[in-house]
C-alpha cells in the first residue's frame, strides 16, 4: 500500500510540474528574418506567460511574442511544444499614452529619438505621429525594412499579448530538440517513480 502511496504522490508532483510549466512558459520557433540581428530565423526560444501578470505591463523595449492581427480565436490550451500558427515576436517600442513618429531614418517616441543598437538597420520609410491609445501597444521587428509590424498601421491588444521572450535556449545552426525535450521529460519522470518505488521497497524490508 505505501509503495502505492508513494507511487501516486510521485505521479502527482510530475503533473503538478507540468501543470506549473504549461502556465508559466512557452517554447516557441522564430520563423522569419523580422528580428535580425537579434533573433535568426529557427533559433528556439523561451516565453514567459506570466511576465505581464499581476498587472505587470509590457514596458520599452520588451520583446514579446504576440499573437498576429486577424489571426482569429486564440487557443483556449496552449501546449508546451506546439506552437500556434500566428504568432510574431517583435519589440515593444509604444506603450499606451505614448505618441510614435518615424522620420529620417529615426523613431521618436514622444519627440525623443529612440536610441536603438539592436536594430540591424534604420528604417527607410516614414510613418506620422500616432498616439497609442489604451490598452494597445506599438511594435516594431528589429530588422526594421523586413518586417510586418506596426508602422503598417496596425497595434496589438493587451489581450493578445503572450508573454515576454526570457532567452533562447537553442540557436538555428543546430538541429531542433524540442522534441527531443519530450520523452527527455517522460524518461525523467519515470526514472523519479522508480526510485521513490524501490526506496519505498527498502523502507518496507527494513
Not at 529612440?114 to 494597445?136: H, S, T, V
Not at 493578445?160 to 524518461?187: H, K, N, Q, S, T
Request: hydrophobic share 45%.
Amino acid at each position: 500500500m505505501k509503495i502505492i502511496q508513494e507511487f501516486l504522490l510521485t505521479l502527482l508532483i510530475a503533473v503538478i510540474i507540468f501543470v506549473g510549466l504549461q502556465v508559466s512558459i512557452k517554447s516557441f520557433e522564430v520563423f522569419n528574418v523580422s528580428m535580425l540581428p537579434t533573433f535568426k530565423e529557427g533559433d528556439l526560444i523561451i516565453v514567459n506567460k506570466l511576465a505581464y501578470a499581476f498587472n505587470n505591463q509590457p514596458k520599452l523595449t520588451d520583446v514579446i511574442v504576440l499573437y498576429a492581427p486577424g489571426s482569429g480565436p486564440k487557443p483556449a490550451f496552449d501546449p508546451f511544444f506546439i506552437q500556434h500558427p500566428s504568432c510574431f515576436i517583435k519589440r515593444v517600442i509604444g506603450v499606451p499614452g505614448d505618441t510614435i513618429e518615424i522620420k529620417n531614418k529615426i523613431v521618436y517616441v514622444n519627440n525623443r529619438p529612440l536610441d536603438e543598437p539592436y536594430i540591424n538597420e534604420a528604417p527607410n520609410y516614414f510613418m506620422p505621429e500616432r498616439l497609442i491609445p489604451g490598452g494597445q501597444y506599438f511594435v516594431l521587428g528589429d530588422n526594421r525594412n523586413h518586417s510586418n509590424d506596426s508602422h503598417t498601421a496596425w497595434l496589438v491588444p493587451r489581450e493578445d499579448i503572450i508573454g515576454e521572450v526570457w532567452f533562447r535556449y537553442w540557436v538555428a545552426e543546430y538541429p531542433d530538440i524540442r522534441y527531443v525535450m519530450i520523452p527527455v521529460f517522460v524518461l525523467i519522470v519515470g526514472a523519479l517513480i522508480i526510485v521513490m518505488i524501490a526506496d519505498a521497497a527498502k523502507t518496507n524490508r527494513s
